[in-house]
């Protein structure tokens, strides 16, 4: 941008940041800020795209935009008690996965012993390009013997960042680079008896570097168009809660009108 568009999009983020609109609130119309920051229509729609991909305001209605209200309307109950864990034990124990009994007492109930499976920590990411299109992985899962589409991730090594992993990972199983990756949410996938926190990243722009290295990983590379999710999700066709995730927080920024990464 040049500096008009820099000083413009420097006085927008003041405004909002000072209080001058309040989340919730919306900015003026386009003709009105064009006149008041003395900035022509073209320019200023490119500052107000800047904005919504970096979250700082987002789409109203058409042509129309107000700052995002991120406040939580619905308070954690605070007349909960947890469960009281009493021990471990460990019943098998390998580099990929441990079962264990844990000695539980639940409020009000008698305590008991619950299976807990404790699996790797994970990273999975969701590469965006400029048409619209997600990079995926088209291969075969042989614990429910069944071909699907899944996003490039993995474990997350010790020591190691999950964005890092995030990263490796893309580059390793597809041969594209992503530009930057950003951490949208974690979860766990089986939260009653699985541990295993799985982080999703969400990132625009790769560059092709060569083949895919990971050859256990290894699958059908192609980059998915958006509009194809839904369909795709309907036949079954998505591959693991880590893939269903991330590409549902994906649908459902375009779907508010902001932005599913602030990459640029």
Do not use: C
């Not at 309307?73 to 471990?88: K, Q, Y």
């Not at 591959?239 to 640029?264: D, E, F, I, N």
């Amino acid at each position: 941008m040049g500096p008009k568009s820099e000083r413009v999009y420097r006085t927008i983020r003041e405004w909002i940041t000072t209080g001058k609109y309040l989340p919730g609130t919306k900015l003026p119309s386009e003709r009105t800020l064009s006149e008041e920051l003395g900035i022509g229509r073209t320019a200023l729609r490119q500052v107000l795209a800047r904005l919504v991909a970096e979250r700082v305001i987002e789409v109203h209605g058409r042509s129309s935009y107000r700052v995002p209200d991120r406040s939580v309307t619905v308070e954690a109950p605070g007349d909960l008690e947890p469960w009281r864990i009493h021990g471990e034990r460990t019943l098998y124990d390998n580099r990929w996965v441990k079962l264990s009994l844990v000695d539980v007492e639940p409020p009000g109930v008698e305590r008991f012993e619950h299976h807990v499976v404790r699996l790797h920590h994970v990273a999975i990411a969701a590469v965006l390009d400029d048409q619209d299109r997600v990079l995926m992985l088209w291969r075969y899962r042989f614990v429910p013997e069944s071909f699907g589409w899944e996003l490039p991730g993995g474990i997350v090594d010790e020591g190691e960042d999950a964005a890092q992993t995030a990263l490796r990972e893309v580059e390793e199983e597809t041969g594209w680079r992503p530009d930057s990756l950003e951490h949208v949410v974690t979860y766990q996938p089986m939260v009653g008896m699985v541990d295993s926190p799985h982080e999703i990243f969400v990132g625009r722009g790769a560059k092709h570097v060569g083949d895919p290295t990971d050859a256990e990983e290894a699958g059908h590379v192609a980059w998915v168009p958006l509009a194809d999710i839904p369909g795709l999700m309907e036949r079954g066709e998505l591959m693991g809660s880590g893939t269903l995730v991330a590409l549902l927080h994906v649908l459902a920024s375009r779907a508010a009108g902001s932005s599913p990464t602030t990459a640029a």
